[in-house]
């Protein structure tokens, strides 16, 4: 089993910056996509930064030069720091891995459970 553990969300005035956190636990053999996906009420989930399996490194165009993507592979976590944030940005962020557990697994996609980020003067 899996498990994604997402932290840093909150309440944040315009400009403000956030980073968020998401550990990953569990019995893994290789990852290969991961980064963040964020939801508004009423919108669909969207990119925002992944790392894909290519080894690029993806933003939307929406957080380009604003968001930094990055990760700690001895902590197994991926960060995504959030600066000039935007009321836009208000979205529930979550974690996202594909990784398979054995050389002979299919690779699968794992979730975190979300953190809210608010935006808000």
């Known amino acids: 089993q899996v498990q994604l553990v997402e932290s840093g969300g909150g309440l944040v005035q315009p400009g403000g910056s956030l980073r968020l956190s998401c550990a990953v636990s569990?019995?893994?053999?290789?990852?290969?996509?991961m980064g963040w996906y964020r939801q508004a009420p009423g919108k669909q989930r969207e990119l925002v930064a992944r790392?894909?399996?290519?080894?690029?490194?993806n933003y939307a165009d929406s957080v380009q030069g604003r968001f930094t993507l990055s990760r700690d592979n001895a902590k197994n976590t991926v960060y995504l720091q959030m600066n000039s944030l935007k009321p836009e940005d208000t979205a529930v962020y979550y974690c996202?891995?594909?990784?398979?557990?054995?050389?002979?697994?299919?690779?699968?996609?794992?979730w975190g459970q979300g953190t809210q980020v608010t935006v808000s003067s």
């Open positions: 996202n891995v594909g990784c398979r557990r054995s050389m002979w697994s299919n690779w699968e996609d794992y």
């Open positions: 569990g019995s893994i053999f290789s990852i290969s996509a």
């Open positions: 790392f894909t399996s290519g080894g690029t490194t």
